[in-house]
Nanobody, 121 residues
């Protein structure tokens, strides 16, 4: 069983920065693409940023140039560095991972519990 544990959320003033972390725990698996999603009140969950195991990234247009995703494969950990935060970035941020078991080979997806980011105006 793979679990994702997020940390780093909190309250920050507009223009400030936060760094989110998400660590995968368990054994007998390989993490492939990891990503961060967010869900604001009354809105659908949306992709913020994703990164492949090889390090290729993609970002939502709304965060390009402000957010940076990176990962440490040895630690099965993904990070989201958020800068120039805006009130509209306020949301619950969820970590996501696409992974596979080693033997037998089986692909699956796992979600973290979410961490709240609140940006005050």
């Amino acid at each position: 069983q793979v679990q994702l544990v997020e940390s780093g959320g909190g309250l920050v003033p507009a223009g400030g920065s936060l760094r989110l972390s998400c660590a995968a725990s368990g054994s007998g698996f390989r993490i492939n693409t990891m990503g961060w999603y967010r869900q604001a009140p009354g809105k659908q969950r949306e992709l913020v940023a994703a990164i492949t195991r090889a390090g290729s990234t993609n970002y939502a247009d709304s965060v390009k140039g402000r957010f940076t995703i990176d990962r440490d494969n040895a630690k099965n950990t993904v990070y989201l560095q958020m800068a120039s935060l805006k009130p509209e970035d306020t949301a619950v941020y969820y970590c996501n991972a696409n992974a596979n078991t080693i033997s037998p080979l089986r692909y699956f997806e796992v979600w973290g519990q979410g961490t709240l980011v609140t940006v005050s105006s």
